[in-house]
Nanobody, 123 residues
Framework: QVQLVESGGGLVQAGGSLRLSCAAS????????MGWFRQAPGQEREFVAV????????YYSDSVKGRFAISRDNAKNTVYLQMDSLKPEDTAVYYC????????????????WGPGTQVTVSS
């Protein structure tokens, strides 16, 4: 079992930045790919970013590429999502998730999820 808890969400103006963190406990953190997803009201939960177990490979959705950066610190059992140049359409609940796959964008291939943190971007 892996327990995940996100933090760092909040209210920010368009063009601003936020850094989300996701702390993991339980099984060895480094064996999991770590992803970030988001869900806006009335929308499906969508992929945002993923980083492979070792941290050497990462992928982003087209909507955030060039603005968001995912990273991980396996010594601290933590994954981060640096979000810059935020837009109102980035408003959503952001979830981190752990997958036993090497790396994946597919929501159903994630085994563990955090409760989420709200990000609101005002125009």
């Amino acid at each position: 079992q892996v327990q995940l808890v996100e933090s760092g969400g909040g209210l920010v103006q368009a063009g601003g930045s936020l850094r989300l963190s996701c702390a993991a406990s339980g099984r060895t953190f480094s064996i999991y790919a770590m992803g970030w997803f988001r869900q806006a009201p009335g929308q499906e939960r969508e992929f945002v970013a993923v980083i492979a177990r070792s941290g050497g490979i990462s992928y982003y959705s087209d909507s955030v590429k060039g603005r968001f950066a995912i990273s991980r610190d396996n010594a601290k059992n933590t994954v981060y999502l640096q979000m810059d140049s935020l837009k109102p359409e980035d408003t959503a609940v952001y979830y981190c998730a752990a997958s036993s796959r090497f790396v994946t964008r597919i929501r159903t291939e994630y085994d563990y999820w955090g409760p989420g943190t709200q990000v609101t971007v005002s125009s």
